[in-house]
Each structure stands twice: as structure tokens, then as C-alpha cells.
Nanobody
């Protein structure tokens, strides 16, 4: 089993920045990739960005490209999501997820992920 704990959410004005962190523990050697998803009220949970645990290759949802950046620290078993130029439509609960599924990029499908964090709220005011 892998446990994931997110931190760093909060309230920020439009145009501001936030950094989310996700700490992984347990059988972390089984992780192939990690990702951030988000879910706004009344919406489906959607892929935001992913990173391959070993190679560090990233992929992003189109609407966040150039604004959001994922990184990982293998020694500390953490991944981060740096979010800049935030918009009100970025408001959601953000979830960290980990998968054992392999591929060049982290998968975008929610069903591909084996482990999930509890989520952290990000609210962007206009």
C-alpha cells in the first residue's frame, strides 16, 4: 500500500500563486507515475498534470500548460505542483494520485490510478 498526503491548498486572488505538495509513504518503490487531479463542485474529477517517478517526464492538461509545473523529489518521496497565474476556474479540490501503470507519460484516466490522497482545497477569488 501507498499513502499519499497533500498539503498547501488555500485561498488566493486571481493572478496569484500556490504550491501544492504530496508526500508518499509505504511501498513507494511500486510507484511508476504520480499525478494531480482536481474536482470542482458538480464536475467530474479531471487530470491536471502527471510526472513519471523515475524519469521526471511531465504532461499537463492543456488549460494549465505554461502556468502549472510539476516536480518530484525522489529522495523525499514528494511531488509538487507549482501553480502560477491562477484563475477562478482553477478553484477545486486537488487530489494527488499514484499509479503502478507504465507508459511514456503519466496516464490521464482516473481509473488508472491505484492510490489517492484525501484532497486539498484551492480557492481562487476574482
Amino acid at each position: 500500500q501507498v499513502q499519499l498526503v497533500e498539503s498547501g491548498g488555500g485561498l488566493v486572488q486571481a493572478g496569484g500563486s500556490l504550491t501544492l505538495s504530496c508526500a508518499a509513504s509505504g511501498r513507494t518503490f511500486s510507484i511508476y507515475a504520480m499525478a494531480w487531479f482536481r474536482q470542482a463542485p458538480g464536475e467530474e474529477r479531471e487530470f491536471v498534470g502527471g510526472i513519471r517517478w523515475g524519469a521526471g517526464i511531465t504532461n499537463y492538461k492543456d488549460s494549465v500548460k505554461g502556468r502549472f509545473t510539476m516536480s518530484r523529489d525522489n529522495a523525499k518521496n514528494t511531488v509538487s505542483l507549482q501553480m502560477n497565474s491562477l484563475k477562478p476556474e482553477d478553484t477545486a479540490v486537488y487530489y494527488c494520485a499514484a499509479t503502478r501503470a507504465t507508459g511514456y507519460y503519466a496516464p490521464r484516466e482516473r481509473s488508472a490510478y491505484d492510490y489517492w490522497g484525501q484532497g486539498t482545497q484551492v480557492t481562487v477569488s476574482s
